[in-house]
């Protein structure tokens, strides 16, 4: 699982009274969002214990969790876990493309481009063929694509009514 944060609820000198409700409870600190994104990854927080008046001198100051000043300021509640996407690679074998795709010869496959729900193509899948330099080509109707091809710019809609990569998940 990923860690993220919506740049809303980060508080900094600007809006740093509004963290008061925040006070001896845990967030994460920084002088950057970059540098907090890496707390957060890491899971380095602190218990925030003060915030100094927004008339100091430094905007880099406005945080304290006793031990170190900081600019910016996330409580630990605000930060969100999401599922990392599943990452696939393009079939390698003919065998991987039927057993994914539940589809032999003769079966009729649905296809769109990958991103546009315009419309989508219905081909029987007729066969496939082998060139010399190792490239395998999938025939749907009377068009031949690559497996890369596929993988690219293609999905398949499978037996649920959802669209899928033509491809395997790593």
Sequence with gaps: MNK?????DVFSWSNAEDAKQ???KDCYFAHSVGVLSEHIKTGVMGILKDIFNSNYDAVSCAFGDGTS????CLPADKVKEVEEPKKYRPFRTTEEFSNVTGKRIGSILKFKYVDKDVRYYTRMYTGFHFLENGNIYIELGSEAYSLEQLYNYYEWLDEHGEWQP???EE
């Design 166 to 168: 033509f491809g395997v």
């Design 4 to 8: 993220t944060f919506d740049r809303k």
């Design 22 to 24: 925040y006070i001896g």
């Design 69 to 72: 000043t900081w600019g910016l």
